[in-house]
């Protein structure tokens, strides 16, 4: 493997990609803080960028700080909310989650394979089309009010989607439960089944089995499924656009989505973005070391 | 997906529910339950989809009230329907020239770049790596707003729409070959190449000849998975389009499902899921195909591991 032709071998192969990355991914996020540190033309209200970090300005940071803990801080019941919201959809997608991997990686038997494969199924039908599903479902004459209210005899009159929190959450449940079961499933599929022999040879009951051995085993999957739809949750803005479109479910990913919309605020987008960024980062660059060091492993 | 993790199969017949002594509830009465749950999960997220489809086909204007079976959403109706609105016709042949793209860029840049990160050791390309696999976690929203920004204040050769969402995707899908064939490269070993350039192979015939066709399985499955995932994706084409031309599917749903839409919606959506389906059977199929030939018994489930 001496010969230099075949050294240059493999930096050549891989730099296409390289560059790829470079090129359109870290150069985006530098015009981003570009942006966020640069000024507004004060008349056509366009961002103007600064390329030289040591010129960089932190007005557009400042109005956004403000916003969040100042004393006009109308960005804080979002930030809260998505807060909340995410908590409650990431613990009810691992209560959910976490029967259905189980049953399937250990007692689906022959249905295994079917089990799976419609556990897959939610990952190609598009995420649009099944909050369209939903939309359908949930509408004032639609068939959900039409089975509460058994078809009109029951005078009640749910309003599901415009500003309904629980809407939101359940849309964010249903929205991203798939990608929680499929590291959990892999976890729990890794615990040989003898080991639960073994404890319930040495006298485990079937709840300290499932607290002293399959929690402990499968804790790397719970952690790395709920990374997996907690950070991408964090900038959603769909979800509550597709099934409530009010203000008063508005998550960050709406805020920053709106700012983009707005003339002169595009700064304060990128800035609000980047403090989101920053408080993910630590969660997001753990997940990443943890699965690039999985895969040496396997 | 029957030829799931085979050999897990037969561990659990050999050992499963039934055996053992009864201490605290039968295990089979706990299967049982959680039979259950499986069951009542599967059909909450399944049967909204396939209530979606059903109105699709319906006679009426209605997503709620069935009318009767129909096709008019697909054909006749003269203005409204998938064939007729020629906006619903673009957003589709949009998103399927936009999967078609940046598959075909994503790959082979994947496949390279996991065959180059098996050799090259160093900072850079662990980087990159490092990178790629973040994407698995940042939120969509982030690249969007980096790459609208870079087209519109840089002066990129290219603008807004069909290229500038390619880019995006592609960035954004970069991880799937890469895991997908790094997790096989280590399965393959370093044996065989090694074995090749004994008998006198060069570096590159060894890889061109060796480890390509043993890559074959790798780069089908991140082929299909990269298809089906760019056909979804809503955040970073709805960023960087253009006009209505660039419009796709997901942007076309997220536009008219609030504004009393008719069921062509349901059509147009119903359309794209048959061609994600399709496209995964087929290369479902070519993989089965391909490990019988191979006598390989390749295990799907190592996908759920790469997540």
Not at chain 2, 73 to 95: C, E, F, K
Not at chain 2, 117 to 145: K, S, Y
Not at chain 2, 255 to 267: E, F, G, M
């Amino acid at each position: 493997m001496g010969d230099p032709s075949t050294r240059l071998l493999w930096p050549i192969l891989g730099l296409p990609t390289v560059f790829w990355i470079l090129l359109f991914f870290i150069v985006p996020f530098y015009v981003v803080l570009c942006v966020s540190f640069g000024t507004v033309d004060p008349v056509f209200r366009s961002p103007i960028p600064i390329w030289n970090p040591l010129d960089w300005q932190f007005a557009q940071v400042q109005v956004v700080w403000d916003r969040l803990v100042g004393p006009n801080n109308f960005y804080l019941p979002a930030v809260l909310r998505t807060l909340v919201y995410v908590v409650v959809a990431v613990s009810a997608c691992l209560l959910i989650a976490f029967p259905v991997a189980y049953f399937t990686a250990r007692y689906a038997g022959r249905y295994r394979g079917l089990v799976l494969a419609l556990l897959i199924a939610p990952f190609w039908i598009s995420y649009m089309m099944r909050m369209l599903a939903w939309i359908n479902l949930l509408q004032p004459d639609g068939l959900v009010n039409s089975i509460i209210t058994l078809g009109g005899l029951v005078p009640l009159n749910i309003n599901w989607l415009s500003g309904n929190p629980y809407t939101v959450v359940m849309g964010l449940i249903y929205g991203y439960v798939p990608y929680m079961l499929l590291p959990l499933f892999a976890s729990l599929d890794r615990i040989s089944p003898s080991l639960l022999e073994a404890a319930r040879d040495l006298g485990a009951s079937g709840f300290d089995l499932f607290r002293r051995v399959i929690l402990p085993m499968s804790g790397p999957g719970v952690v790395a499924g709920t990374l997996l739809i907690a950070l991408p949750m964090m900038g959603d803005y769909f979800t509550s656009d597709m099934l409530s479109k009010s203000p008063n479910t508005a998550m960050i990913g709406n805020l920053i989505n709106l700012s983009i919309a707005t003339p002169g605020q595009s700064g304060q987008a990128g800035a609000l973005l980047i403090l989101v960024l920053l408080v993910l980062l630590v969660p997001m660059i753990w997940y990443t070391r943890s699965n690039a060091k999985a895969e040496v492993r396997s | 997906m029957t030829i799931l993790a085979a050999p897990a199969d037969a561990a659990l017949k050999a050992t499963g529910p039934g055996i053992r002594p009864r201490l605290r509830g039968t295990p089979g009465a706990r299967a049982y339950g959680l039979g259950t749950i499986t069951a009542v999960y599967l059909l909450w997220a399944l049967v909204p989809v396939a209530i979606t489809v059903l109105f699709s086909f319906n006679e009426g204007r209605s997503r709620s009230a069935w009318q009767g079976f129909s096709l008019r959403w697909y054909t006749w109706d003269p203005t409204g329907s998938v064939i007729n609105d020629p906006a619903i016709r673009t957003a589709l042949t949009h998103t399927v020239l936009l999967a078609v793209i940046a598959t075909c860029i994503t790959v082979p840049l994947g496949v390279l770049f996991a065959l180059a990160l098996d050799r090259w050791r160093g900072r850079i390309p662990a980087g990159a790596n490092f990178i790629a696999l973040i994407t698995f976690v940042i939120p969509e929203i982030a690249l969007a707003i980096g790459l609208l920004f870079m087209v519109t204040y840089l002066a990129t050769p290219f603008g807004l729409g069909t290229w500038a969402q390619v880019i995006g995707l592609v960035t954004f899908q970069l991880a799937y070959p890469i895991v997908i064939c790094r997790a096989r490269l280590l399965t393959i070993g370093a044996h065989y190449e090694e074995a090749a350039r004994d008998l006198g192979a060069s570096a590159i015939g060894a890889v061109r000849r060796i480890i390509l066709p043993m890559l074959f399985p790798a780069i089908l499955v991140s082929s299909v998975l990269v298809f089906a995932d760019v056909l979804d994706d809503f955040v970073l084409v709805r960023y960087l389009s253009s006009d209505a031309s660039t419009e796709t599917t997901s942007m076309r749903i997220y536009q008219t499902a609030r504004a009393a839409p008719t069921p062509a919606l349901n059509a147009m959506a119903t359309i794209i899921l048959v061609v994600s389906a399709a496209v995964i059977i087929v290369g479902w199929l070519i993989y089965r195909r391909w490990s019988r030939r191979q006598g390989e018994n390749t295990d799907i489930s190592s996908l759920a591991n790469t997540l």
